[in-house]
Every structure is written in C-alpha cells, then in structure tokens.
C-alpha cells in the first residue's frame, strides 16, 4: 500500500523468505560455512540453532542452493511425529517405495537403507533436513541417531542437519542423548545482528526494493531506536519497519521517526510485548550491555582527558568558551596572557576560519573532485558530473573511515550555532580540515567533540545509475559495471548488458575481498568500492597524498 508512496516497487519488509531479499552478515556466513563443511565431511550430524526470526530458514535455503547437484535431500518441516511417521515421511520425500500404512520400523529402515546404498553406488550424496527440531521427542531422536549407523567401510550414508531453537542444545545435552550429541560433527548458535547489522539490512532490504539513494526514511534515531526494540532480529525487525512505513503513510510524513517505530512496536506486539522489548530483550547478551558501559565510560575518560588538553594547550578555544572579564564601564580587563607549554604542534590557526558554512564546505568539496565552477546547489548539480550525492547519519569515525571519501560533517561550533569542515584525510588519529587554501590539523577526539553526528559526501556513478542492480537486471549500467570489473581484471570487456548469474558471482567474490556484506546485488557500497579499486575516485588516502604537497599545516586549535 505505502510502497509507491515512498518510491518503492515492491514492500521492503515482508517476512516471508525471499532469495532475493538475502542479507548474509558475518554471523551468517559463518554459519553457511559450518553448514557446508558439516555437509563436506561425510557423515554425522551438523546442529543450527537460534533465537526465533534470526534467519535460520534463510540460511538453509541459501545452503540447498549452494549443495552440489549430486545431492538428494528430504526436508521434515513438521517433526511432531513418532517415530514410524518420521521415518515415514523421509521415505516419501525420497519419494522411496515401502507398504501403504505399515508401522514397522523395520520396514521403513530397510527400504530407506536400500535407497541409501543405492545412492552411494551412484555417487550422490543424501541429506536429510530436519525443522524445528526441538520439538522432536527422545525417542524419535534415538531412531534418527540409528539412520546415521546406516554406512560403508568408508563413509556414513546419510547426513543430517537439525535446525532449531536454542532449547534443541539443552535437550541434546541430556545424558540419554550423550551418543547423537557426540556425533554432531558441526555446530553453530546463530545469534542477532548487531546495531550496526541492523542499520545496513534495513537500507538492504530499501534499496532491493528500489529506494533511490538520494531518499531516506529512517533516520539515524530511529534505526537505533529498530535495534533497541527488536534486539537485531531480523523478522522483528521487519515486523516493525513495515508498520512504522505504514503509520508514515498515513501521516503523509516523509520519514520515519523513532516515535513511530515506538508506537509501531505497541500496535504489532502489545503495550506489554512492546514494554518488554524495550526493557531488556532475551536474546542481548549481558556481555552486550556490559560493552556498551564500557564503551561510555572510556569514552567520558576521552572526552575529559582531550577537554583539559584543550583548556591548558588552546587559549583560543578557552577564550571562546570563558570571555574576558570586563570592568563596571565596559572595557575589557588587561590580564596577561598565559604562556604555553612548549610543544611541538604546528602554528595554530586564528578565529575559527576552519569553520565553514554550508555554502563554503560544498564548495570546497566540489572542487576537491572537479575543476568545475560550482554555479548551483551541490546535489543538484553533482549529477551532471556522474556523481552522486549522498548522506550518512552514522555518528562514528569507522562509517567515516569505510566511506573513504572527502566528508562534509555538520559540527556545533561553540556559541550553539551549526556550521561545516571539510574532512580530507584521517591518519594515526589525527582529522586533516581544508582552511581556506591550506589544511590544518586536528586530534580525531577533539573533532569529535564538535561533530553532532551526520556527514555528507560524493560519490562517481555509472551513467543512467537509478538504484541497486540484482541478476536478471539489463542495460548500459549493467554494461559499463561489466567494462569495469573486466578493467580490474584486466581482461577484454565483453558485449554484455545483461546481469548473469556469473556477475553475481564475480559480485560476490568482489564483496568478500572488499568486506562487504555478500550478497551479489551492485549497490552503492559496492559501486564505491569498485571505484577505490579502480582508482577513479578522490579517496581519504588520495588526499592524504595530495596533503603532503602543502608547505604549511597549521594546527586547526
């Protein structure tokens, strides 16, 4: 309903599983990698548990699509059976011949051996795929225990994957299931997201539904407040993006505010489920909560430490937060000028000219990129250029760091009032800002206590670029991304327009070295990396170069 509303071709947040909508964090790759190693090892039992909603079936429709094509497989997805219906309805999944209504276990046993051995002798490979398994009871368990005694000299027959919830580990942990859980050959807990996670499946999930990248509809409050109420877990988190969508739409409001993620909690759980979310969610770790005040509490030590650094090494700061004392007529009272310690800082930049407004900033960001006259606002004629003009709401230095490009951060300048500095370049925790003609420099930590959060930057496009691009998507895009895999190849571009699935994979392989997240679509972080590797783009490190070449580096304080 609210889809053409904010620009979308189809609903972002759907819980149902959809190939298409695939985000492999790095706890899921770990997990695909223990599943198919499991599978690889021949034999035994691989184990996947986890918390409700943390992608468990996803991740098992990502696994029968990577399994060889030698693999028969029986997926169970009702496990509240006996024994003999168990057996049963892994015969009929391998669609395997036995009498109609026995109940016989011998029966079933024998048939499904026969089948198994007549696999091996064909060299294919059986899997059996069990759902929801902590619903099996003990003596079902046993009875699959004994199909894993079903072998050759050299290997197990049939391999088994149980998928289920955390309580499936306490079960198998009883001492009458000590021999299947010592046959577990893999195991993996698959847990939440983290904050971060969240922030990038929500704005996955947008941009595959084709948000356009100039467009935002939540904020950065309100993707923190997402994770505080789902915890991470993905199908919360869908539940209450599509409701906030949904109530934004209704109040013609543009964007989502952490108020209408709040009352989309109390709408789709409950006051009382959505009170209990925001609490204290079962499925954060202690050791999660104990790393947040960690983190606060070094950060506070920072913070002070660079404060009284400030005030003892950088009278201009201190004379901008403490004015002179003035007599009864008005003039300022002569008091002699405390002398600084020696130290080796650069000279130091008067007032605050290191301080832009926007209008300053955008222009020193046009030009760090084009030699270009800058007649008009920046976002409206970057695009003219083959560029892209973007903003992030990410309120640490790694976001900064991943983007790796020249930034516009928004800062608090002293008096409350917002202005602008351009960040060129970032090395051994020192922020190089352009002043005027020169650059100047500044502690990381001492920025950091201007920036309000938020950064905006540049980025080169493709021409025609309109939004991500998955397989099956055609045209001149597609056709100058091929070019440009094939420069990093250095190979002979090919004729091609059309998204295959050997883009994807290449696009996968790409991700991976890169550290991106892996899931084959061409989107922004993508595009950007693809352009650092090529070479194409003003980059952190391109300007640290070109910052070298300056005569004079003035401390910005």
Known sequence: MYQ???????????????????????????????LLYGVGSGGGFILLTGEVGTGK??????????????TDIAIVLNPALSAAELLATVCDEFQIDYPIGTNSLKVLTDALHQFLLRNHQSDRRTVLMIDEAQHLGFEVLEQIRLLTNLETDEKKLLQIILTGQPELTSMLARPELRQLNQRITARFDLTPLDEQETRTYVRHRLQVA???????IFNGAALRQIFRLSGG???????LCDRAMMGAYGRDQATVSPNLIAEAA???????????????????????VRGAVFGLLVAAVVAAFFLSVGQTERPVVDSMVHPPAMDS???????????????????????????????EADLALWSSWSGQ????????????????????????????????????????????????????????????????????????ASLALYWRGGFRYLWKSPPGWVGPLVEGDQGSVVTQIVADFSRLDGLPPPPLDVFTPALTERVRQFQQSAGLNVDGVIGVQTLQALNDALGVSPTLAMTAGRDQSVEEVLACL
Not at 57 to 70: H, I, S, V
Not at 210 to 216: F, I, Q, T, V
Not at 233 to 239: A, D, E, F, G
Not at 384 to 398: E, F, V
Request: include cysteine; charge should be negative; proline fraction near 8%.
């Open 4 to 34: 053409q509303y904010f620009g979308l071709a189809e609903a972002p947040f759907s819980i149902a599983v959809n190939p298409r909508y695939l985000f492999m964090s790095v706890r899921h790759r770990d997990a695909l990698a223990h």
């Open 57 to 70: 079936t996803t991740l098992n429709r990502c696994l029968l699509e990577q399994l060889p094509p030698n």
């Open 210 to 216: 084709g948000l356009s990248d100039d467009r935002e």
């Open 233 to 239: 877990v993905p199908r919360v988190i869908n539940l």
């Open 266 to 288: 109390k709408e789709t759980f409950g006051a009382q489920g959505a009170l209990a979310l925001a609490s204290a969610a079962p499925w954060v770790s202690r050791a999660t």
């Open 329 to 359: 007529t008005g003039q300022q009272v002569p008091t002699e000028s405390p002398k600084p310690a020696a130290t080796s800082m650069a000279p130091i930049v008067r007032g605050d000219s290191w301080i832009l407004n926007q209008a």
């Open 373 to 444: 006259t800058l007649f008009r606002d920046l976002c409206e004629q970057a695009p003219n250029s083959g560029l892209q003009c973007a903003r992030s709401d990410a309120d640490t230095w790694n976001a900064v760091l991943a983007n790796n490009r020249p930034a516009v951060l928004d800062i608090r300048q002293p008096d409350g009032f917002a202005g602008n500095v351009l960040l060129l370049s970032m090395s051994d925790a020192v922020a190089r800002l352009s002043v005027g003609q020169g650059v100047c420099e500044m502690p990381l």
